[in-house]
């Protein structure tokens, strides 16, 4: 099915989604196989081993780049396998600058593991592209920003970093989990990469682990293909098939996502019970402009994403709010059609360093909601009876 021809939503159920040739089935077979019968020895039918290629990741693969205007999917195993893969591209010495209040894992991996194979990483606030300007040096190969940050939503201007990136001859990838494609396409502003935890928004179930990277580079990608397959840190044909069948979707959850999260951020904002709300889709978002221009559904609307952290100034109130929660579950993760809440001072980000956590402001009294699908009725009165009234 050729790309530009149709809209967002139409690709998210037709690419990759084609009928099967052989029999017909509408919704596509799941080749639940390690290898496959070669005609003669170098004469295979386009797959020879599952860890390289299967068709079933085949289409995942497709969907997903074509939701990213890419040209290349390259599906891993989970987001913090799509991230890993991408920084074994460098080579020892290479240095790359990431946004400061980057996901968690994505932290402790650099710092704890891939710094001790030769990586240099700098965490700066890439919402100032002045802290970028000083700390690129001859051996700086990536800037890796993630927009907005989880869980103090802060922004980045994906474009004016990919001008400068650019000037610098400096590749970019922005880790665009918590928008999903539906609600930000970094291509289409310059980035050179798009990283995916697709466990969030593109399962958007709570029920799968995934990761995925897409690009319009072709070298970039025949790279990322090799360390697929040489790692083997890769989908199960199953779990392709769920995500899949998930993006069919992904339009319609993220919309009726984003529009719950405002309604919501907007009680909360109004509420005496809570300190400070922090949802870009609030006018007083220092970083709301931004957000309104670059945050975009596929139709060129503003869309805020699903995720709303607020302060609720004592440990003592959150804990009374998470006891007395039950739309919202206590839980890990995010981009779900069930509505989650965590502390990430003692979850998501436990193993980001104390100090590291002061100087980004992420304080133990701070809770994220995830809003999902639910009636939004029930969500308000929900998180009213959670807050004491
Ligand atoms: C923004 C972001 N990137 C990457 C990841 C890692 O993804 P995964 O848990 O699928 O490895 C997460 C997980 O929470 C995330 O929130």
Same mark, same amino acid.
């Given at each position: 099915m050729p790309n530009k021809e149709y809209k967002f939503e139409t690709r998210a159920i037709r690419k990759g989604n084609e009928a099967d040739s052989k029999t017909g089935s509408i919704s596509p077979p799941i080749h639940l196989t390690s290898t496959y019968?070669?005609?003669?020895v170098g004469k295979d039918r386009g797959f020879d081993? #599952?860890?390289?290629?299967?068709?079933?990741?085949k289409?995942?693969?497709?969907? =997903?780049?074509?939701?990213?205007? %890419?040209?290349h999917g390259i599906a891993f195993s989970s987001g913090m396998a799509a991230t890993t893969s991408l920084f074994q591209t460098l080579s020892k010495e290479d240095h790359v600058i990431i946004s400061r209040n980057?996901?968690? %894992?994505? &932290?402790?991996?650099?710092?704890? +593991?891939?710094?001790?194979?030769?990586?240099? &990483?700098?965490?700066?606030?890439?919402?100032? $592209?002045? /802290?970028?300007?000083?700390? =690129?040096?001859? /051996?700086?190969?990536? +800037? &890796? =920003?993630?927009?907005?940050? /989880?869980?103090?939503l802060e922004l980045t201007d994906i474009q004016a970093v990919a001008d400068l990136c650019k000037d610098a001859n400096i590749k970019l990838a922005v880790d665009n989990t918590f928008m999903s494609p539906y609600g930000q396409r970094p291509l289409d502003l310059g980035a050179d990469c798009v990283v995916h935890s697709s466990t969030k928004y593109i399962g958007g179930h709570s029920d799968v682990l995934g990761g995925a990277i897409v690009t319009r580079d072709d070298e970039l990608a025949s790279q990322l293909y090799f360390?697929? !397959?040489?790692g083997g840190a890769v989908p199960s044909p199953f779990d392709c098939w769920l995500l899949?069948?998930?993006?069919?979707? $992904?339009?319609? *959850?993220? !919309? !009726?996502?984003?529009? /719950?999260?405002l309604l919501l951020a907007q009680m909360l904002d109004a509420h005496p019970s809570v300190l400070h709300t922090i949802y870009p889709g609030l006018q007083n978002h220092p970083q709301h402009q931004l957000a309104k221009r670059q945050q975009k559904t596929p139709s060129g609307e503003s869309i805020y994403g699903g995720i709303v952290s607020i302060n609720l100034g004592s440990k003592k109130k959150c804990d009374? &709010?998470?006891? *007395? #929660?039950?739309?919202? #579950?206590?839980a890990e993760s995010l981009g779900g059609v069930e509505s989650l809440v965590c502390v990430p001072y003692e979850m998501?980000?436990?193993? +980001?360093?104390?100090?590291? !956590?002061?100087?980004?402001? $992420?304080?133990?009294?701070? =809770?994220?909601?995830? +809003?999902g699908i639910e009636h939004i009725d029930d969500l308000m009165a929900d998180i009213k009876q959670a807050l004491g009234n």
């Open positions: 019968l070669q005609d003669g081993y #599952s860890r390289a290629s299967n068709p079933t990741r289409r995942l693969e497709e969907n =997903i780049a074509s939701l990213e205007t %890419g040209t980057v996901y968690g %894992g994505t &932290f402790r991996m650099a710092t704890q +593991v891939l710094s001790k194979q030769g990586l240099y &990483f700098d965490f700066v606030d890439t919402r100032d $592209l002045s /802290n970028l300007y000083d700390k =690129i040096n001859p /051996n700086t190969k990536w +800037v &890796f =920003i993630e927009t907005p940050t /989880n869980p103090l360390i697929q !397959k040489s899949l069948r998930s993006t069919k979707t $992904l339009a319609l *959850r993220v !919309k !009726k996502a984003s529009e /719950n999260a009374d &709010f998470l006891s *007395r #929660s039950s739309v919202f #579950s206590l998501t980000h436990a193993d +980001v360093p104390m100090d590291v !956590k002061r100087s980004i402001n $992420l304080v133990p009294e701070l =809770i994220r909601l995830s +809003v």
